[in-house]
C-alpha cells in the first residue's frame, strides 16, 4: 500500500514538474517572440545565403530556394529557451515578457538593432585611434623603429 501511494506521489510530482517546465518554455518562447530573438534564426540564415550567392555567383536560385525550404530558422528558438531556462526563472521570464509588451519595451526592440549597428561602427572607430595612438606612443618613445 505504502509503495503504491509513494509511486503515485512520484508519478504526480514528476507531472507537475514537466507540466511547470513545458510552461515556462512557453513562457520564454513568448518572450523571445516579443524581443525579435524570435526571427533571429531568419535573420542569420538569410545573411549566410545571401554571402555564400555572392561567393558562388553560378549557384542557381532553385538550389537556394529548395535549401530554405529544408532548413528552420526557429530552430535557434529551440536551442536558446534552455539558455533563458537556466539564467531566469519563470517569475523574471512573466516579468520580462510583461516589461517588453509596455511602450518602451516596445521601442527597445524597435530600436535595439539600430543602436547595436551604430555601436559596433563607433567602437570600431574608437579601437582604430586607440591603436594609432598606442603605434604613435611606441614610435615616439623608439620601442618601433619602422611603420608597420
Known sequence: ???SFLTLLFVALISITSAQTTTKKQHIKRLLELT???QLGQQ????????YKQAIPAVPDEFWEGLQKEMKPEALVDLIIPIYDKYYTEAEILELTAFYQTTVGKKIVAVS????QESMSVGQSWGQEIGAKVYSDLKAKGYVKDDL
Open 1 to 3: 500500500m505504502k509503495t
Open 36 to 38: 525579435g530573438a524570435g
Open 44 to 51: 542569420m540564415f538569410t545573411a549566410t545565403i545571401a554571402s
Open 113 to 116: 538593432q539600430m543602436i547595436m
